[in-house]
């Protein structure tokens, strides 16, 4: 994999400061991304370095901090049970309650391991009380990971499950660093390029934001939403939540959950909250519409309908189920669509019915589409759907405020949660959006309280669009947690701010290069989505209109 620190552009130069306030501590500096990051004690040294890589468009690294002796590595002991989720993202059962973790630091002790327990509180944020979130027990302090891993072997052998983690991905504020965060910046002022998202040649397979990049010729890019990673919980590479690409709706939105909004290739930026309603319309009756291009019955990330098992409501990295639904789909799915047990209302390019196939899925018509029906929702399909009758498919988006929104073919829209900033003000919004887990704290912990690699997006007061990544799960670079992404986010001068896909997701690529370091043991991760700054224009702008 190819790493640099920046492509070719003109260097602006180097901020170094040292002994800075922490931004937790004093208010924001009032020039856009001038406060020193709200990381660590505020003696650290931190240095910037900026480059220019094409009008209106810069890239800063930012490191803080640097090798702290005081870190190290241990063995968090699982709880026997623990989630056994394929997502290499999905945190591992780690907490249980005092009692609980009493009794099994004590079983470790008789089997001749140095066990601990440890309570992890976690802070506030505008929707959740924080507070204690449950206890942990760990074995041992080394001064090497394989040290922690030869111990966690042990372990094993012993009948016990446990992982090597560092201390410095727990969020304790008075650890030392390092961190390294890289910032794009992309002001409307000088910027004559074109900011849009790209899901590749179809929405039902995975791709590298570096292949996204090299395949549009653009000059940096980094990943995006949140999207299906496991075929069990539909198509990997399916948007998880709201997908606008080029102003058309190709995902619904997760019921509720913030949208990282671009119009007008990054002359306008905003981050705000979608609900959505779908119809499927023939002659005389229309039915309602469960979602756009995704596996029927699964709901990744939830917040879809009524009868959705377990909940209605969001909650991240939880696919819920309903046996019962109408899913529409565009040419932009893929070459099939999803098979299975149902019926499917195939339509040509002028939205006519030309094929009802059972069981549903198979080939679509060029410039056509298809209405899938499952469960009790084939009965439904049955009655509308007639071979060269006119079948219709609306949606509508609506913001927080319970607008329409009406997207212009300049516009996209990418899945993102928890909300960090709004208004200039933290706003951390883990509840709302379902990164709260009833009855599994351990979930919490690990996605929301610790230390991960992370993406982040949003707006400054001068319109800028600014885009974050974070390295971590390193020695080299420890990982923000949710709360201290905001914090960072509003360091950096930022009035409205969300939370995109992070963990071994969390990618940058500047000229063709990737210039973090993506944590997946693999390397770089095919994504979903992202983001990408071209150096032209490539679609015409409400602004700007098309001389053709």
Not at 31 to 46: F, Q
Not at 245 to 270: A, C, F, Q
Request: proline share 9%; with cysteine; aromatic share 4%.
């Amino acid at each position: 994999m190819k790493k640099r620190l920046c492509g070719a552009g003109v260097a602006l130069g180097v901020l170094v400061t040292m002994g800075v306030p922490s931004a937790q501590a004093a208010p924001p500096d009032p020039r856009p991304g001038r406060s020193a990051l709200p990381l660590g004690p505020s003696d650290l040294t931190e240095t910037r370095t900026t480059t220019t890589l094409q009008p209106g468009v810069t890239l800063t690294r930012i490191v803080r901090g640097g090798e702290d002796p005081a870190l190290r590595w241990t063995v968090e002991v699982a709880v026997p049970g623990g989630d056994t989720s394929p997502d290499p993202d999905a945190p591992p059962t780690a907490l249980k309650d005092e009692a609980s973790a009493d009794e099994l630091a004590a079983a470790l002790e008789r089997d001749g391991f140095r066990a601990r327990v440890e309570e992890v509180t976690t802070p506030e944020t505008a929707d959740y009380a924080g507070g204690t979130l449950g206890w942990r027990v760990r074995v041992g302090a080394f001064g090497s990971q394989s040290a922690a891993a030869s111990e966690r072997t042990r372990l094993r052998a012993a009948g016990y499950t446990g992982t090597a983690v560092y201390t410095g991905w727990d969020g304790d504020p008075t650890a030392r660093g390092p961190w390294r965060v890289d910032v794009l910046t992309v002001d409307p002022r000088r910027f004559r390029g074109s900011l849009q998202a790209s899901y590749g040649p179809d929405l039902e397979n995975r791709e590298t934001t570096s292949a996204l990049s090299d395949a549009a010729g653009a000059t940096a890019a980094v990943n995006a939403g949140f999207f299906v990673l496991d075929p069990r919980a539909g198509a990997p590479g399916d948007p998880a939540g709201v997908g606008v690409y080029d102003g058309r709706l190709l995902s619904e939105p997760v019921s509720g959950r913030p949208g990282l909004v671009i119009h007008d290739n990054g002359r306008r930026t905003e981050v705000t909250r979608f609900t959505w309603r779908g119809r499927v319309i023939g002659r005389d009756t229309s039915l309602s519409l469960s979602g756009v291009n995704r596996v029927p019955g699964l709901i990744r990330n939830c917040g879809g309908g009524p009868g959705d098992l377990p909940t209605s409501s969001p909650l991240h990295d939880v696919t819920c189920t309903n046996a019962d639904e109408l899913v529409a789909f565009t040419p932009d799915y893929g070459r099939r669509t999803p098979q299975g047990e149902g019926l499917e209302a195939v339509l040509d390019a002028r939205d006519r019915v030309v094929e009802l196939r059972s069981p549903r899925g198979g080939p679509l018509p060029p410039g056509g589409g298809s209405v899938q029906a499952t469960g009790r929702r084939v009965a439904e399909l049955t009655g509308l759907a007639h071979v060269g009758a006119p079948l219709r498919v609306g949606t509508t988006l609506r913001d927080r405020q319970g607008r329409r929104v009406s997207p212009s073919p300049g516009t996209d829209i990418l899945n993102a949660g928890p909300e960090l900033v709004r208004d200039g003000r933290l706003h951390v919004t883990p509840a709302t959006d379902g990164m709260v887990h009833p009855d599994d704290p351990s979930f919490y912990y690990g996605w929301v309280h610790k230390r991960n690699p992370r993406t982040l997006a949003g707006v400054d007061a001068a319109g800028r669009t600014v885009l974050v990544t974070a390295d971590g799960r390193s020695t080299d670079a420890l990982g923000l947690s949710i709360v201290e992404s905001a914090g960072i986010a509003r360091a950096l001068g930022l009035r409205d701010a969300v939370n995109l896909d992070g963990g071994g997701s969390t990618t940058m690529v500047v000229d063709g290069d990737v210039v973090n370091d993506p944590s997946d043991a693999a390397g770089e991760r095919p994504v979903g989505d992202a983001l990408l700054v071209l150096p032209r224009t490539n679609r015409p702008s409400p602004a700007e209109p098309s001389t053709q």
